[in-house]
């Protein structure tokens, strides 16, 4: 190892320096770690490195760093402009995608830092890395799910545009043809109890898209410092989830006021005309509202995206 680490603290107006074994002992422990030569040829790996990658520790020595990556990346220009880099002293932090010994593709939070002899040149690499792969599954299936309810979502408030025209149009022949009143309340009774389905299934999903972005949050704690985007974008989709459950609320007062129209409609079919303009009214309000839940579906698929990306 090539670590020098010292620590120093005041106890009782005394220093105390850390014994740098038993540091190094502890870190070893708790990181998965991993030694490169400047040709990107292993050195040594500790325990947990080696079982992240599916290896056993005697393996480890002389594998190249490529046989850890991707096709792409290791035979890509920007491998060997990294591993260039790096040569140079320049230090790395970022989340890459690793190959195991069996083929599976997993996701690291690593390090990587050269190590400087004497005449500071750089004569080794070590990365400290964390196996992030299952939060980045959870992040991939919380965007999944997001997407596929933000277009169920659009597809259920387009539904309900489509009923609120219907009900529109029949709402002006019934003003047009009153004969045909009765038969037209009727029409009217079920386009409302069938909007009131999509309005409840559009609450439904608001109330789930609320719930994944609880969870997307706490998946944000977990990770700390780089799961700060997560957090604003989960942030971001548990404000949108609010409003869509706030346009749900109103649609359904507009609804209840179409259902109570009717009924007094039905009762004394002399106040049609009074009646059906009031309705048309609330129509209208109902269709601006669907637009609402819309556009703030749209939002909420754009914000999905953008959540996928960050993750």
Known sequence: MYFKLTQTKAVSSSTQVLN????LAAIEDSLAMIEFDTQGVVLWANENFAKTMGYNVSEMPNLLHRQFCTDEFA?????????DDLRKGKSFQEKIQRVTKSGQMIWLEATYTPVFDENNKV???VIIATDITQRENSSKEIT???????????R???????????IATSTKEVVNESKENLDMLESLKHQAISIEGIVKTIREIAAQTNLLAL???????RAGEHGRGFNVVAGEIRKLATKVQESVQDVNAHIEGITSETTKISDATERSQEGFAKNQELIEQAM???TGIGNSARELDIQAKVFKDIV
């Open 144 to 154: 999944f799910q997001l997407q596929e309810m933000a277009e169920d979502l659009n």
């Open 123 to 125: 004569e080794a690499v």
């Open 20 to 23: 740098q074994d038993a540091l």
């Open 215 to 221: 969870n997307a949050g706490i998946e944000a704690a």
């Open 75 to 83: 035979k890509s220009r920007k491998c060997d402009l990294f591993w």
């Open 288 to 290: 601006e509202e669907f």
């Open 156 to 166: 259920r408030a387009e539904q309900g545009i489509i009923r609120s025209e219907e």
